[in-house]
């Protein structure tokens, strides 16, 4: 009785304090989550609306609804940061695995070359600045405003783990996640119809988009002909604006990883314990690799890039030199997707005598990279299995055939070894957490009479300072155990495949973010399901095929330092 009275006021305590936070947790995801559904839909109706030109929304509107935006998070930002400065509690606990390094470095990276862009937009539009809307000009320096504040308040704050103003930070950090979405959804929509209009041989030089073209609103010929570029240096800020596109493209969607796991974090308690960073170390960065995986990766990447040069200079000339270019273009990629496979494959057997332990935390980072790279395989796997159908069932049997064929099958091998091989990599623990099965089993000394049931409930058996026969190679057992994986050929093997497949993906990204589209060029897949359907089918699946490349390669340069 009298230890029932000591243990109440012990379990009593703990059942109003953590029951109520996690239901308030669970209200104010959900307030968050809706108002970001509610934003994107509203979004993405006018984004995908003001592509058509039979439909009455234009250009001015969506450019409108992006500014609005951008300045609302702007503004949110800039409350967040100078509110959480007055507060020493606001962010008492820090995320050691969310915003690693390369992540953040990427995104600064793509940011300037979204700032670049901005500068050729504001160049472009003010070529013919009396035809044109004020928020056509507007837009671009709001959105590089935009950029600076988001790219410093994600660089400073990607690890805060926020516990002030719980609701209203995760409405704001979901509000500016969504406005990513949206700009990612606007230069994605822009892209397409560019890629469509060149492809389909029609209005290539002035029919950029309705975004670029329609005056005023009216979607008149006559006002486009006056607002046509017609001079040396709008054509320089025409194209170079689209051709940076690619990266105003990853650094929203790098943003919005990032925003996603700050969002998680919310509120988040952390154990001192589980705050295991995995930092590269800069000296060591390519002296543990036997540096085979990175001299063939890049010689892949420089032949990757020789040849995507020579393709589009051929598909773009009118002597009928595509045929010549496609079969090329085939080539490359299935030589590099089987060295890929098979490297991927290697590493999944390497992986089979590793003794790492497996990391059981509790990671969102790790969580999100795991889904984004499921889900954005998806885009690939449904244009490579589009093409099996077209080319199997279709008429023509040559050599561009076979090679698409293998293409699309190598396609989906190499995206499934190459899932496998991230997702075994980034479940590891840190190099040198070795199980240590062996302790328990040895036996407690210093025991005379021992309850054999209890012992073996005991978490572990405390280490005697002395042993039996005590020698050099004991005493320094511990040390091997911590050390050793560093320099093993397991390790050199596995840093070497990260860095092969790491820039493998970089070329592979290059070629149809900058425009390589074979879809279109090979008829064969235009003819088997006709162009409106398979423009819908490759518009749609390949920026995630696009996104999944450069999520790869952030991946990929974890799974270098956890090895």
């Known amino acids: 009785m009298s230890e029932e009275l000591a243990q109440g006021p012990k379990e009593s305590p703990p059942a109003p304090r953590t029951g109520p936070r996690e239901v308030w947790k669970k209200g104010g995801r959900l307030l968050s989550v809706l108002l970001a559904v509610n934003v994107l839909l509203l979004a993405c109706t006018l984004i995908s609306g003001g592509a058509f030109n039979k439909v009455a929304v234009y250009d001015t509107d969506v450019f409108a609804l992006l500014t609005t935006m951008m300045l609302l998070a702007a503004l949110w930002i800039l409350f967040h940061l100078l509110g959480a400065a007055r507060r020493p ?9 969310a915003g690693p390094i390369w992540l953040r470095g990427g995104l600064a990276l793509f940011g300037f070359c979204t700032l670049v862009m901005d500068v050729f937009k504001t160049g472009y539009y003010s070529s013919f600045f009396e035809c ?3 928020i056509k000009i507007l837009h671009p320096l709001i959105q590089a405003v935009f950029v600076i504040v988001q790219t410093y308040f994600l660089w400073v704050s990607a690890k805060d783990c926020i516990h002030v103003n719980l609701d209203l930070t995760r409405c704001g950090l979901m509000f500016t996640l969504t406005t990513n979405l949206a700009i990612w959804m606007a230069a994605v929509v822009d892209e397409s119809v560019h890629q469509a209009h060149s492809h389909g041989g029609s209005q290539s030089n002035t029919s950029h988009t309705r975004l670029a073209a329609d005056p005023e609103g009216t979607g008149s010929p006559s006002g486009g002909d006056a607002c046509s570029c017609s001079t040396a240096i709008c054509q320089i800020f025409q194209q170079g604006y689209f051709y940076l596109y690619p990266f105003n493209i990853e650094y929203s969607l790098f943003a919005c990883t990032m925003l996603y796991v700050m969002w ?87 992986y089979r005598f590793d003794r790492r332990a497996m990391d059981q935390h509790k990671n969102p980072t790790r969580t999100l990279d795991v889904a984004l790279l499921m889900g954005a395989a998806l885009g690939q796997y449904a244009i490579s299995y589009y093409s099996i159908v077209a080319v199997v069932v279709g008429t023509p049997r040559d050599l561009l055939g076979a090679l698409n064929l293998a293409h699309a099958l190598l396609m989906i091998a190499q995206h499934t070894f190459q899932n496998v091989f991230i997702i075994e990599s980034l479940h590891r623990g840190p190099p040198g957490a070795e199980p240590q099965e062996p302790l328990p089993k040895e036996p407690c000394q210093g025991l005379t009479f021992v309850n054999l049931d209890a012992l073996h409930q005991l978490p572990s058996c405390p280490p005697t300072p002395r042993r039996v026969s005590p020698s050099l190679a004991d005493a320094q057992e511990p040390v091997a155990i911590i050390v050793a994986p560093r320099g093993h050929w397991r390790s050199r093997c596995l840093k070497d495949i ?28 235009v003819n088997f399901y006709g162009y409106s359907l398979w423009a819908a089918i490759v518009n749609i699946c390949l920026p995630f095929g696009i996104f999944y490349r450069m999520h790869a390669v952030s991946s990929l340069l974890e799974v270098y330092v956890l090895s």
Not at 503 to 523: D, E, K, Q, Y
């Open 264 to 350: 998680k974090n919310v509120g988040r308690l952390l154990a001192s314990a589980h705050a295991h960073a995995h930092t590269p170390s800069p000296v060591s960065l390519f002296r543990e690799t036997f540096f085979v995986g990175p001299i063939l990766g890049l010689m892949l990447f420089v032949v990757g890039l020789a040849v995507f040069i020579i393709y589009e200079v051929q598909v773009s000339e009118e002597g009928g030199r595509t045929q010549q270019a496609l079969v090329m273009y085939y080539s490359f990629n299935v030589v590099c997707l089987g060295l890929m496979t098979l490297v991927s494959l290697s590493g999944s057997i390497i």
């Open 89 to 97: 509690d606001a962010v008492p606990y820090r995320d050691a695995h």
């Open 132 to 134: 044109q809307s004020a």
């Open 498 to 525: 990260s860095l092969f497949l790491l820039l493998c993906n970089v070329i592979l990204w290059i070629m149809p973010a900058f425009g390589a589209r074979p879809h279109f060029s090979n008829t064969v897949e």
